[in-house]
């Protein structure tokens, strides 16, 4: 079975600039979530979506960043226009469904790097 | 709102010590705890989780964690390290119900010396 794909894996941007990033989750995984990861702490999430409706964005910085899955399967997360704290790693996992006693499988992340 | 403690952000073990990773956890009901590991550049790894009945978990790579309910503790625990060990431990914490968000720890980093 595939993991949870992102893409790219890396990228440097100018602070200002904009940049978008790509989830490709499990086959058949309804829920996926976008977690930030700054370093030298622990993921944080900004976004879940069931299928492709927003669950839970209440910590995701809505004035800058965007996050659709208009047809229930691959997410993408924008970021517009960038600041030096977003710099972090950008995770995307997915499960099955929202409730019941399934992990979460996390992709390996995208490191963005603001200058 | 839940929260989780990892009051250790640096451990250096030998190889072939035991290991204890502490988690402390914050949540008014009996909560879904995990374990999760990263290796520099990879993304997260579910060592082992827990949900209900024993509290006593098993996990992958022979790691094992103990739920204690009266000390809202969820420590890691590994009989004998190896180098490979070397990496990143995440404790999280999940409400029962409400899309299974995840609630992690600022990480313990744990070096292994030869």
């Known amino acids: 079975e595939a993991g949870v794909a992102q893409s790219p894996r890396y990228k440097i941007i100018e602070k200002r600039q904009s940049v978008a990033f790509w989830c490709n989750p499990i086959?058949?995984?309804?829920?996926l979530y976008w977690y930030q990861q700054i370093l030298g702490q622990g993921p944080k999430l900004l976004i879940q979506?069931?299928?492709?409706?927003?669950?839970?964005d209440s910590q995701l910085p809505k004035d800058r960043f965007s996050a659709e899955r208009l047809k229930g399967v691959d997410s993408t997360l924008k970021i517009q226009p960038a600041k030096l704290e977003d710099s972090a790693v950008y995770l995307c996992?997915?499960?099955?469904?929202?409730?019941?006693?399934?992990?979460?499988?996390f992709g390996p992340g995208t490191r963005l790097t603001v200058t | 709102a839940q929260s989780v403690t990892q009051p250790d952000i640096h451990i250096t073990v030998s190889e072939g010590a035991s290991l204890e990773l502490r988690c402390n956890y914050s949540?008014?009901?009996?909560?879904?705890l995990f374990w999760y590991v990263q290796s520099p550049g990879q993304g997260l790894q579910l060592l082992l989780k827990?949900?209900?009945?024993?509290?006593l978990v098993q996990g992958i790579k022979g790691f094992e964690a103990e739920f204690k309910r009266s000390q809202s503790s969820f420590n890691l625990r590994k009989p004998s390290v190896h180098w490979s060990d070397a990496a990143e431990y995440f404790c999280?914490?999940?409400?029962?119900?409400?899309?299974?968000?995840?609630?992690f720890g600022t990480g313990t980093q744990l070096k292994v010396e030869l």
């Open positions: 996992a997915s499960r099955p469904g929202p409730s019941g006693t399934y992990e979460q499988y």
């Open positions: 827990y949900f209900s009945g024993d509290t």
């Open positions: 086959s058949g995984h309804a829920t």
């Open positions: 999280a914490v999940a409400r029962t119900g409400g899309g299974n968000k995840l609630t």
């Open positions: 979506f069931q299928n492709n409706g927003v669950v839970d």
């Open positions: 949540y008014g009901a009996t909560p879904y």
